[in-house]
């Protein structure tokens, strides 16, 4: 059973053009070792509306796993409890001061996932044991509520997963023992009371991560910003939702996939990118009337005023890989859902909240089907620029303009050609002369004016990194597709968010429009 949510009307991108920022939550400045859904965002929406920027987007929520990687999360539903802020807890009387001071140890330049998650993990456990004699009235009501809306949804399972995965000393679910990796019903519930008390504390969690994300939300609609989230399309085989629902999943029933996920070779990577995620049974999704990504796509847009699915073309065919292949070059394209599924979807929900990341191979077919459903693409100048034919003022209105994401170099370290940057010189001589001329800037100040170039485009919404609003170089590269060593880990210096800086970027925002 799924969440029972009521249905929400349509959420499209801002009725006049805007400006936003992308920033992760854990770049986030925080005396605590990563930035957080608390105090760190409260007051990062202050930054923002400071700097005239209407919307914030960030990479997904979810509990991440090995890699630390956004992209892989244990769960589509719960919440990263790395986020949860942890001056709140102390606030409410879950911890105290001293418990978490020692946290400002922590590397402050980047986030040291090894030393922080145990250590987090511990804190938040102690909130947990406490909350039944320490949470006050609201919390407690708070959390009740929370159960009842989601713990047949998606919460039991994700608790108990959380709960046996640990015990198995992290083991994937299908290295479990048989009857519990094949959910046999006397054993679930064996685990379930063997495991009550662990398993309520991972509920407790998660309603803390959900109340401070409330208050979240409500503060950026009270600061005029809009929360703009990331959805992955696929899921970790490894994950509560693959053990919990391996029906709409392409594996047999000890959790073995046929085919896996990913994408040829193109800009990115010369082998391709082998995700590595199992693929989805879309005949069985479509039997159910596509009942799980309509729950998924509700969940998402309650906690977001906008959704980008990564990856939209896999809806209109995507890349399968044989499994135990070693690289993504030898796969083949098959055929998605298309169009049932965005029918199913806006019918459930009165319209569909998200935004298309349509980079990499694009067919005129993947394009059709965004334009059929009036889903917003997206543009990204450091690749735009490299098309011969680009003209930014024929950027659709319908759009969201990017100047770089979190897969590529800052703008700096891409014009400069950075240390992971597989260009030939004579490829990143021929891009700095067009990124030049399209922009009428010069090399000083390349990240300013592929901004300006972003700001004056006919896209309604247009978003830049923070890393290009400091105009900073690939040592502040969030990520590294292809590559799983060291992504994931910057963080904003407070020391850069300067009285001046913000009224340089408010300024900018404004000479264009999108104040």
Request: glycine fraction near 10%; aromatic fraction near 10%.
């Amino acid at each position: 059973m799924m969440d029972p949510s009521p249905a929400i009307g349509p959420v499209v991108l801002p009725a006049r053009p805007s400006a936003g920022m992308g920033l992760h939550f854990t770049s986030l400045p925080s005396p605590y070792g990563i930035g957080d859904i608390g105090d760190a965002a409260l007051g990062f929406l202050d930054v923002l509306a400071d700097m005239k920027l209407g919307v914030w987007q960030f990479l997904p929520t979810g509990p991440t796993a090995y890699g630390d990687s956004p992209y892989q999360p244990l769960s589509a539903f719960a919440g990263n409890a790395n986020l949860v802020g942890l001056e709140p807890l102390v606030r409410a009387g879950l911890l105290s001061q001293a418990e978490i001071d020692p946290l400002r140890d922590l590397p402050t330049g980047h986030v040291d996932y090894g030393a922080l998650i145990p250590r987090k993990r511990a804190l938040l456990e102690q909130a947990a044991r406490r909350f039944p004699e320490r949470a006050d009235a609201r919390m407690k009501e708070g959390f009740h509520a929370f159960l009842e809306r989601h713990r047949d949804a998606w919460l039991g399972d994700y608790a108990l997963y959380r709960i046996l995965k640990r015990h198995h000393g992290e083991r994937p679910w299908y290295e479990w023992p048989p009857e519990l990796a094949r959910r046999d019903p006397a054993a679930l519930q064996r685990a379930r009371e063997e495991h009550a008390t662990d398993i309520g504390r991972i509920e407790v969690i998660q309603y803390l991560f959900d109340d401070q994300w409330q208050r979240l939300k409500t503060r950026a609609g009270e600061r005029g910003v809009r929360l703009f989230g990331d959805m992955p399309i696929y899921i970790a085989l490894d994950s509560a939702d693959a053990w919990a629902n391996r029906e709409i999943l392409r594996v047999d029933a000890d959790g073995r996939p046929s085919h896996v996920a990913g994408v040829p070779p193109d800009y990115f990577s010369e082998d391709g990118q082998l995700w590595g995620n199992p693929l989805y049974d879309w005949d069985h999704h479509a039997r159910e009337g596509f009942r799980w990504w309509i729950e998924r796509v509700r969940h998402a847009a309650q906690l977001c005023d906008l959704v980008r699915i990564d990856h939209f073309r896999g809806f209109e065919s995507y890349w399968a890989v044989p499994f135990g292949r070693d690289t993504a070059r030898e796969g083949a394209w098959e055929p998605g859902p298309g169009d049932a599924l965005f029918e199913a979807i806006a019918a459930a929900m009165g319209g569909l909240p998200i935004v298309a990341e349509d980079l990499g191979i694009i067919t005129p077919e993947v394009t059709a089907l965004r334009l059929r459903h009036g889903i917003p693409g997206m543009v990204v100048l450091q690749f735009a620029v490299c098309d011969p034919g680009f003209d930014p003022d024929a950027i659709a209105p319908e759009s969201v303009c990017y100047t770089g994401t979190h897969d590529n170099d800052t703008t700096v370290g891409w014009f400069l050609g950075g240390r992971d940057d597989t260009r030939s010189e004579e490829e990143i001589r021929q891009t700095r002369e067009v990124a030049l001329r399209l922009s009428g800037g010069r090399p000083e100040t390349i990240h300013r004016d592929l901004v300006r170039l972003a700001f004056r485009s006919p896209a309604r919404l247009a978003v830049v990194p923070m890393q290009d609003f400091l105009g900073l170089g690939s040592e502040a590269r969030m990520n590294v597709p292809g590559s799983t060593m060291d992504n994931w880990r910057w963080r904003l210096d407070p020391e850069a968010l300067t009285a001046a800086f913000r009224a340089e970027v408010a300024a900018l925002v404004q000479e264009h429009g999108r104040a």
